[in-house]
């Protein structure tokens, strides 16, 4: 993976492997490429146990029978899986002693997004003041979760303190023969979260607060397991609004998530990685399985998402809907500019009775760039009764860029009344003028129509990140005109 | 404030208007009558700055600017304001937002203070009352769903709250019903002041009556083809266009 290397040299941190995976563990790094060893090597970094590993190795072994998906509506050079890295130890950011050091374009767009100034520094890792203790609000979210039973930890945390949790559930949603990628993350998956809500609890806040206050460097390979007992509820928010620039190319994680009995889990995410440069090059490729179990009867599982960054997103957030009058929902925008590809939907895999999904997909297409919704709704024979409603908007900005909608529906039940509607719009040339008639400028205009085609979704983001994520549609949009 | 030499204006390489000459000075409102695809708004898109209608000859001068090197959002944020024959629908952005974008976009643009949430609120609604525009209306999308009337009268809302300096009232009487119009017309005399101008475009004499013009013109034919007083309107309605050689297209 060429690119791979090129971004890595340019940050300056490649120093070929000078040693024997068995001579030294102490080392930062795995070897360059992937193999046996480079497996066992993260899971002796992880000090995993040895189920663990052999689940690791189970999943590699299979990886390496499978072909990479190609039926995506997306285009890049052959990926070689071998000449990339696997494994580096978290990075501690340097801390920088004020905002003055850190890259005014990056402080330009935090403004733009209304980020609070110390909220600012902590994204950018300047050391904080007095005045808000970061340690301290962490500290408290901690001691409220636990309070309530909460455990929310990193993966390797989970499996070092809860390894019945982690081994009950991990792999339950995503086998480790799922797909190409999820399968490689499964091999050698190094960062995530671990959420686990007790029976009957409502998680005590927003885990998206924790997670903005406690950022932390994103992994290319993460696994992130939440599950939700009988009873429970929790929203998560994962990501960002602030523009995260990562020098891993490939990003493939796995998303599980377990709904039982009366549960409800709301996950949302905002990414916004780096997109790639005018030509097109370098940005992240994001190949990520995400899917939710509602494994109990009345459960609910709901995927929001705002997609902005990443040069290829591949991407179904999915439900399967196992419980009887269990819900499943996907809310999802799509934004793609400049040389962007997006394929990205959802899958709602009906098998309970009275079963309920809803689908709004809006994707937006600007520059050069392409975007796919691609989306499946299947209802199992034993199935009666089942819902679906599927909406997918599409919105283009100037002539270059592209839009698709593939829906596959499979139905085995007659019983099931599933509705679709699609539609395909242009800003118009009057609509802007219209707008820009009462003083708004272009690029504003652009924004707030953009931010009314996407109302229906934005509404299901947590409201403390709403306002942003209003800001991020405008911001990823710019130079879209003129 | 106002003053339109020769104007000469090509639309898809068709001359739709054929040298307009026009003076409206501050507080002044002018009633421009005439029949369907003479050039009324296309005259009105010129001034706005509306993209693909070219000036071909000629000069428009605002308050002594050049109108010609203004972008469509800098005349708007100089006090040009449009009521469209045919308002816009915005999908998913409510009246409301719509219109502090705007009020905000305007008042950046000029240097002055963005208003705040509350502030802007308590505006609004003392804006809209008179018009009947009630705070449900407010939370729609803007004209989508509006009937014809409640598109018009929210055109006139957002001039009663930009407060222009020249309005530009493209048949912003029809489709109303004869309650609406005269809201509507008194929403907009409430507006008429020494220093702001008003432009009135409009098929019916009736609106006249309300809203009663300092001076009437005749466009036809993407000419002025005649001036005059109030009367004008009155001898417009008996005897048509005939009289001043009107060719419709
Ligand atoms: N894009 C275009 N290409 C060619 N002709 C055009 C274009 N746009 C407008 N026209 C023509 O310009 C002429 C003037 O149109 P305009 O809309 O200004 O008329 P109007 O006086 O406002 O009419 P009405 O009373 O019906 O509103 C019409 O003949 C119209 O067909
Ligand atoms: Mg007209």
């Known amino acids: ?482 | 404030m106002l003053e339109i030499r020769n104007l000469h204006v090509t639309v898809d390489g068709k001359e739709i208007l054929k040298g307009i000459d026009l003076d409206v000075a501050a507080g002044e409102v002018h009633a421009i009558m005439g029949p369907n695809g003479s050039g009324k708004s296309t005259l009105s898109y010129v001034l706005a700055g509306r993209e693909g209608y070219e000036v071909t000859e000629g000069s428009i001068l605002f308050n002594g600017q050049d109108l010609r090197e203004m972008g469509v959002d800098e005349r708007a944020a100089a006090g040009i304001f449009l009521a469209f024959q045919y308002p816009l629908e915005i999908p998913g952005v409510t009246t409301m937002t719509f219109l502090k974008t705007a009020l905000n976009a305007q008042r950046k643009a000029r240097g002055e203070e963005e208003l705040d949430a509350v502030r802007f609120l308590k505006l609004v609604r003392e804006k809209a009352k008179p018009l009947n525009v009630n705070d449900e209306m407010l939370k729609r999308a803007l004209n989508v769903g509006y009937s014809g009337g409640e598109k018009k009268r929210a055109e006139v809302l957002q001039m009663s709250l930009l407060e222009p300096s020249l309005a530009v009232l493209d048949e912003t009487d029809s489709g109303l019903d004869i309650d609406a119009l005269k809201t509507v017309a008194e929403g907009v005399n409430a507006m008429r002041s020494p220093e702001r101008s008003m432009i009135v475009i409009t098929h019916y004499q009736r609106l006249l009556d309300y809203i009663v013009p300092d001076v009437v013109h005749v466009l036809s034919g993407g000419r002025i083809v005649k001036t005059g007083g109030k009367e004008l309107a009155l001898e417009l309605e008996k005897s048509g266009y005939a009289a001043y050689g009107a060719d419709a297209a």
């Not at chain 1, 001691?143 to 070092?160: D, Q, R, T, Y």
């Not at chain 1, 007790?198 to 997670?211: A, D, H, I």
């Not at chain 1, 309920?356 to 600007?366: L, P």
């Not at chain 1, 909608?405 to 007659?414: I, S």
Request: negative net charge.
């Open chain 1, 1 to 482: 993976m060429a690119a791979v290397r090129e971004t890595v040299e340019t940050v300056g941190e490649v120093e070929k492997y000078k040693y024997g995976f068995s001579t030294d563990i102490e080392s930062e790094k795995a070897p360059l490429g992937l193999t046996e060893d480079t497996v066992r090597f993260i899971s002796a970094k992880k000090n995993e146990p040895a189920w663990l590993l052999e689940w690791r190795l189970a999943a590699f072994r299979r990886w390496l029978t499978m072909t990479e998906p190609t039926w995506a509506k997306v285009t890049y050079p052959p990926i070689d899986f071998q000449d990339a890295y696997y494994y580096s130890a978290p990075k501690q950011q340097a801390k920088l002693d004020s905002l003055d050091q850190v890259d005014p374009k990056l402080l330009e767009t935090y403004e733009k997004l209304g980020i609070p100034l110390t909220e600012q520094k902590m994204l950018a890792g300047v050391a904080v003041d007095a005045v808000f203790d970061s340690v301290s609000v962490v500290t408290t979210f901690k001691e409220k979760l636990a309070e309530a039973g909460v455990i929310f930890c990193p993966m390797s945390e989970a499996v070092a303190k809860h390894p019945e949790l982690v081994k009950k559930y991990l792999g339950s949603v995503v086998p480790t023969s799922d797909n190409f990628y999820a399968t490689l993350n499964s091999a050698v998956f190094s960062e995530g979260s671990f959420v686990y809500i007790p029976e009957g609890v409502r998680c005590p806040m927003e885990l998206s607060t924790y997670f903005r206050i406690n950022e932390k460097q994103t992994g290319q390979f993460e696994r992130t397991l939440i599950i939700a007992e009988k009873g429970s509820c929790v929203s998560y928010l994962e990501g960002c609004t602030a523009p995260q620039r990562d020098e891993n190319q490939l990003h493939a994680a796995v998303v599980e998530l377990v709904a039982l009995d009366d549960a409800e889990i709301k996950y949302s995410t905002v990414q916004n990685w780096f997109p790639g440069d005018e030509e097109g090059k370098g940005g992240v490729y994001n190949f990520v399985t995400k899917r939710g179990d509602c494994r109990g009867a009345n459960s609910k599982i709901s995927w929001t998402q705002v997609e902005t960054g990443s040069a290829i997103t591949w991407k179904y957030p999915s439900c399967i809907l196992r419980g009887d009058n269990s819900r499943g929902e996907f809310y999802s925008i799509a934004i793609s500019n400049g040389h962007q590809q997006v394929d990205s939907g959802t899958k709602m895999i009906h098998l309970g009775r009275n079963t309920t999904s809803r689908i709004i997909s809006k994707g937006i297409s600007a520059g050069k760039s392409s975007n796919t919704y691609r989306g499946l709704v299947s209802v199992h024979r034993k199935a009666e009764n089942v819902r679906n409603f599927t909406q997918c908007d599409s919105l283009l900005i100037g002539s270059k860029c592209s839009a698709h909608t593939v829906p596959y529906v499979e139905t085995k039940n007659p019983t099931a009344v599933l509705e679709h509607e699609a539609t395909t719009s242009k800003i118009s040339d009057d609509q802007l003028f219209y707008c820009m008639q009462r003083g708004i400028g272009e690029e504003e205009a652009v924004a707030l129509i953009v931010n009314g085609f996407c109302r229906d979704v934005l509404q299901q983001l947590p409201m403390e990140f709403a306002v942003e994520a209003q800001k991020l549609v405008g911001i990823s949009l710019e130079g879209s005109v003129g």
